[in-house]
């Protein structure tokens, strides 16, 4: 775990559940595994604040306990799992890409699910039923008309259909020491495990939801509203999903990620038709292909004419011809394993991420560097060995300037000297000095510069949000008075006196504000896009073949 990690890492739980859980969470990560009571000294926060923070993260799956060194009659050690603390940079991407495939109601289960670390079904039916039904317009639901439950347990089926959402996998004992242990009031603690060890992960329980979303009711109907919420919670045991609780599949939305990102590099390197070519072979085999696997399954040229969409229109010799230029296409993203079924085809996992990985490097030295020592880089990826003066040769670019780029490129250690003796002494004069260019340090090297990059857009962001701090709540404050005006049916004079509240400077630098953080928060998702595909590449590399 390096600095810049644990530093991300400290920022994200500070900005997600504040600081006690981020001092628990960091001195975790720095310490690797610790007893309870061995946390709460050192950290000299109270048991009590060090249990709940506990709670707070293996609820989210960012922390997990197990028997110590003195065996199961010891005391219970807990450790930090860091990617899934890092995993909520992607929160806003995971909800986004359960929008655009399942709608505004997968969006909100997926969103209910991430805010929650885990939940029931029935109560993330519930929960978002109420929530589509109170945001629903009145131009499209008239008074009275709520969203089904039935509806939003369609949605829920089919994220967990595609297998993005799963089980929790079932809680783990720690050791006999129950003593040390953690007595959460919440729903459950779950130790994190791989979907293949919990093979019921995606079978959906029996339950009898029936009923509407409910609108929020006014202040007299609140007692009434607390019975109708209790009376639920009695009722979660007649649904039969009683101690059942899901969690997202981080691992099947970043496989869809890695997907996509495919998609579009075969889009801009050939055409539309390719890329829905690759697009048809990547949904036939995404369920069915191992998360580390370097190839898809194999498919047939007839399987793939018969799964292409009809829109496309595409004849079965337009078809051959478009699966040759994949499979000769230099970047390699297509092959072929056989001649039975017209022809065997599969999409080569690792080499496109090798592919992408390599592009991200040739972007960042040419954005950094200038076009010629984009040249001279992607000269050394493709040549491997060369001397300064085959260098030259190559890239065509003059002595004194290809000397400076070179030397630049080395002291950001994006390009390596090697050199070969021809003696054993080592004299300058007999030593061969070769520049090469290592993909895979390389790449390690510039997702560590991403993550320094995140953590500064989050500290500045932080730091905008602090510096006005009094201007927002004041701005809060005024549109939920606007709110509960609007509510009662208030004329538009007082409306509009209130909004004059705000003074046109402050109104001025709310705008500017606005602008900044959403900026601030565009270029933190873009960052995240590469660490994703870093990130893909070097898991791929040390992939069990």
């Given at each position: ?102 709608g505004d109601t997968g ?140 969690q997202v599949n981080f ?33 036939m085999s995404e369920v ?258």
């Amino acid at each position: 775990m390096t600095a810049q990690e644990v530093r991300l890492c400290g920022l994200l739980l500070q900005e997600h559940f504040g600081d006690v859980v981020e001092k628990v969470g960091t001195h975790l990560i720095r310490s690797g595994v610790l007893t309870l009571r061995a946390l709460a000294h050192e950290t000299k926060l109270p048991l009590d604040l060090v249990k709940k923070s506990l709670c707070v993260l293996m609820q989210h799956g960012m922390c997990a306990f197990g028997a110590g060194r003195r065996g199961p009659a010891g005391p219970v050690e807990y450790h930090i799992i860091c990617e899934h603390i890092l995993h909520m940079l992607r929160y806003p991407r995971y909800i986004y890409t359960a929008k655009s495939l399942y709608g505004d109601t997968g969006e909100l289960i997926v969103e209910e699910i991430l805010q929650r670390g885990q939940m029931t079904m029935s109560s993330t039916v519930k929960t978002v039923a109420d929530r589509l039904t109170h945001n629903m317009p009145a131009l499209f639901a008239p008074e009275g008309q709520s969203m089904d439950y039935s509806e939003v347990v369609s949605a829920f089926s089919r994220l967990v259909e595609t297998h993005f959402l799963q089980r929790c996998p079932p809680m783990a004992s720690a050791g006999s020491s129950s003593s040390e242990a953690v007595n959460t009031p919440l729903p459950v603690v779950t130790q994190p495990t791989k979907p293949e060890d919990h093979p019921e992960c995606y079978r959906l329980p029996y339950i009898n939801l029936t009923g509407q979303g409910k609108r929020r009711r006014s202040s007299e109907d609140g007692e009434a509203e607390q019975r109708a919420a209790k009376k639920t919670k009695t009722d979660n045991s007649e649904r039969g999903d009683e101690g059942i609780y899901w969690q997202v599949n981080f691992q099947r939305f970043h496989l869809h990620f890695r997907d996509q990102a495919i998609i579009s590099a075969v889009s801009c390197k050939l055409d539309q038709t390719s890329s829905e070519i690759v697009r048809t072979m990547l949904r036939m085999s995404e369920v069915t292909t191992p998360a580390h696997a370097a190839f898809t399954q194999a498919l047939s040229a007839n399987e793939i004419f018969r799964a292409l969409p009809f829109s496309y229109n595409i004849a079965r010799p337009i078809l051959d011809q478009y699966l040759t230029l994949l499979v000769n296409d230099p970047m390699e993203f297509v092959g072929r394993t056989g001649d039975s079924g017209g022809g065997m085809y599969v999409v080569n996992l690792h080499r496109a991420l090798a592919n992408l990985a390599r592009a991200t490097l040739e972007s960042v030295v040419q954005e950094r560097f200038g076009s010629r020592s984009a040249r001279i880089f992607r000269l050394l990826l493709r040549k491997r060995h060369l001397e300064q003066k085959q260098v030259e040769d190559f890239a065509m670019v003059p002595a004194k300037e290809a000397k400076d780029m070179l030397y630049t490129l080395l002291s950001e250690n994006l390009v390596q000297l090697q050199e070969i003796p021809k003696t054993p002494d080592y004299a300058p004069s007999r030593t061969f000095y070769l520049y090469t260019v290592n993909q895979l340090p390389t790449a390690r090297l510039l997702l560590q510069h991403c993550y320094k990059t995140v953590g500064n857009l989050i500290e500045r962001r932080l730091y905008e949000t602090k510096e006005n701090k009094r201007l927002l709540e004041k701005s809060q404050q005024i549109e939920a008075i606007l709110a509960s005006l609007q509510a009662t049916g208030a004329e538009a004079a007082q409306l509009t006196e209130v909004e004059e509240m705000i003074t046109a400077p402050e109104r001025q630098q709310l705008e500017s504000l606005q602008h900044h953080i959403n900026k601030l928060d565009s270029s933190e998702n873009q960052v995240d896009e590469t660490i994703f595909l870093l990130e893909s590449y070097i898991n791929s590399t040390q992939a069990p073949p």
